[in-house]
């Protein structure tokens, strides 16, 4: 997860930005909805997702552990697209690599619905790190997320699509992403997307967590125990798929959802999730914070011993239930307006 990037994009849009700290650090206008979900809240609205299958904590962390080197250059980021299409094949699929300029290849896997009018979930991490880490947090904690929903889902017939996604060069300025949405027929279909950037790292005791100054409301806590889901508020339905997804024993879901695709708040737009939203396609970033949490932001020691494994696992049933939800769902994702025509 990049900590500064310039996003080229919102030239297009609006006189330019310059991306700061990560994650979340909005400036005092406009107020930005914030609420958080504690697990007993969650649970006695809704029950996580029936049938949602179950994810495999060894094998998440075997994931992390077979990326555990530095993959910022053209070589190791090539023996990363190796390892991820190996695992990619062993689980049935046939992924494909998308170049784009600069060096860069996104690696795309697909699995068909049973229903094509149904639509397509896009499940995507970036796979890149900054030069003098080795990124297990940042982002083989992602990465190793989508390759168990893989192996959960590639066998199991939903009426949508899945589609995952492991992008490149996140870190140097969403290259990966942005290229990968500028092609019209990677976006046709597709209903949604659920982006993951650091997912594997909690702290507990008081003061731990951090927030931006000028946050327009209370933090919820001052501990790093949840799971944060921020969104576009234009899509709604896929925001609350995560608050329905968490349960007994599942780390906290807060949600953040961002009014007018984050144009009046820039600095959220700091990880994949960005160029979705700018191209009107609903996108969640799921996080740990970043180094609002973690002592080990791009450093040398974001090493698979600092992964909270109890954390990591429910963060990735949490996707497992809401990824459940959403590819046997046939809903749609968009906030409908509360007035009748």
């Known amino acids: 997860m990049r900590k500064w990037i310039w ?76 390892y991820i299409t190996q695992s990619l094949k062993k689980l049935g699929f046939s992924p494909k690599l998308e170049q784009f300029e600069g060096g860069g290849a996104n690696i795309i896997a697909t ?32 990465v190793a997320v989508v390759l168990e929903v893989a192996r959960l889902f590639g066998s199991r017939p939903t009426p949508r699509t899945l589609q995952l996604a492991l992008f490149d060069l996140e870190e140097r300025g969403l290259f990966g992403s942005l290229a990968f949405t500028a092609k019209a027929a990677n976006l046709e279909n597709l209903r949604g997307a659920i982006v993951m950037d650091m997912v594997g790292y909690a702290c507990y005791t008081p003061g731990c967590q951090s ?57 959220v737009l700091r990880s994949d999730h960005a160029p979705f939203w700018l191209k009107n396609v609903g996108a969640v970033l799921l996080t740990d914070t970043a180094n609002m949490r973690t002592p080990h932001y791009h450093q040398a020691s974001d090493t698979p011993k600092t992964i909270d494994r109890a954390f990591f696992k429910g963060a990735a049933q949490i996707v497992a239930n809401a990824a459940t939800s959403l590819l046997e769902g046939s809903d749609r994702l968009e906030t409908q307006s509360s007035t009748s025509p």
């Open 7 to 82: 996003l080229a994009l919102l030239v297009l849009l609006t006189a330019g930005v310059v991306v700061g700290n990560k994650f979340l650090q909005p400036p005092e206008e406009p107020a930005i909805a914030y609420r958080m979900d504690s697990i007993s809240d969650i649970a006695a609205a809704q029950a996580a997702p029936l049938l949602a299958p179950y994810v495999d904590e060894n094998r998440l962390m075997a994931h992390i552990q077979g990326l555990n080197y530095k993959r910022y250059t053209p070589t190791e980021r090539d023996r990363a697209r190796t």
């Open 111 to 142: 699995r068909q619905g049973t229903n094509p009018e149904a639509g397509t979930v896009l499940i995507a991490a970036h796979y890149d790190t900054v030069s003098a880490s080795p990124g297990a947090d940042d982002n083989a904690s992602g």
């Open 211 to 267: 927030y931006p100054e000028g946050l327009p409301v209370k933090p919820p806590t001052d501990k790093g125990d949840f799971l944060a889901v921020i969104g576009d508020a234009e899509h709604l339905p896929l925001i609350d798929a995560f608050q329905k997804a968490s349960g007994s024993n599942l780390p906290p879901v807060l949600t953040v959802p961002i009014p007018f695709k984050g144009m009046l708040t820039p600095d």
